[in-house]
């Protein structure tokens, strides 16, 4: 939920540069969607196949909003 409500906001600012501050947020946000996957799997909360399933789509949607920084830091927003 913090991922997408950073890029609704973001997306809203009004500015490339606005917005490149929200995709960050959103990415470091992915980054806690990984550390709260393994701690539910510690925790016994989660299963490993639902912990792996989590984390690699938290690293597949970072590596698109690395991306979209790129070129929104390069001015192709």
């Known amino acids: 939920m ?3 409500s950073n890029l609704a906001e973001g997306s809203e600012r009004g500015s490339d ?3 490149l501050r929200f ?3 959103a990415n470091a946000s992915c980054a806690e969607v990984e550390a709260q996957a393994t701690i539910a799997l510690d925790l016994a909360l ?3 196949d639902q ?3 989590v984390i690699d789509q938290a690293q597949r949607i970072g590596r698109m909003l690395n991306r979209l920084m790129a070129r929104l830091a390069e001015g192709g927003g």
């Open 23 to 25: 995709v960050r947020m």
């Open 17 to 19: 540069r606005d917005f």
């Open 51 to 53: 912990v792996t399933r």
């Open 2 to 4: 913090s991922v997408a």
């Open 46 to 48: 989660a299963g490993p």
